[in-house]
């Protein structure tokens, strides 16, 4: 039953997560801007608007704001739905280059979203075991995505001979590192076009030249 105080809770509920929201989106838009150690929790509460205690009541430490930071941006992009959107469409892929195709477009994809913050969680990294975990649990996250890739290749197309299915996410895993698009796109300024090719062609070879003919 809807009573007064139920919905007084649920104004409060919707006030809270309006609140949050605006502190994580100051959170993004300055540490994108100044890094994560130029970043303070004051600066923050000013940008949003907002006590510095609200943050700390609400979203926690600065650590944890990162991390909320990184949970908006996977949302956003709809990181578990495109995974299984991608599985389905490499299950369904006519051809080995169709299939390649999609596979690398969706790498450099999740990679060009990813660059902004990227930087700034890989500074956090270096200072603060609490963000490292959070950086080899995403790691780990994008390994399995690697995985449940290479499972809809092999069973619609197969892989190069004696190749595991360890092996090849490993690889696709490597290739398409966020630090590998941070150096050659961000700091050496090839095109998104030049290293979707590249990575295409680094693909084609791990998986099977034969069955997966770079672009």
Sequence with gaps: ????????????????AGTRAEIIAAAAALMRERGYVGTSIAAIADHGGVAVQTIYNT???????LAAV??????????GRAVAELVSRLTEATSGATALELLAGWLADG????????????EAAGIDPEIRELERSGAARS?????????????????????????AAASIWALAHPQAFQTLVVDLGWSRETY??????????VLSPDRFPAP
Excluded: Y
Aim: charged share 30%.
């Design 1 to 16: 039953m809807d009573t007064p105080r139920s919905r007084s809770q649920a104004r409060r509920d919707a006030h809270t």
């Design 59 to 65: 979203v926690g430490s600065k650590a944890e704001v």
């Design 70 to 79: 990184l949970a908006a941006v996977d949302q956003r992009s709809g990181s």
């Design 111 to 122: 990679n060009e979203r990813a660059a902004p913050i990227r930087r700034v969680l890989t």
């Design 143 to 167: 390994l399995h995505a690697c995985s449940e890739a290479v499972e809809a290749l092999r069973s619609r197309f197969g892989l190069r001979a004696g190749l595991s299915d360890h092996e």
């Design 196 to 205: 979707t090719d590249w990575l295409g062609a680094g693909l084609a070879g």
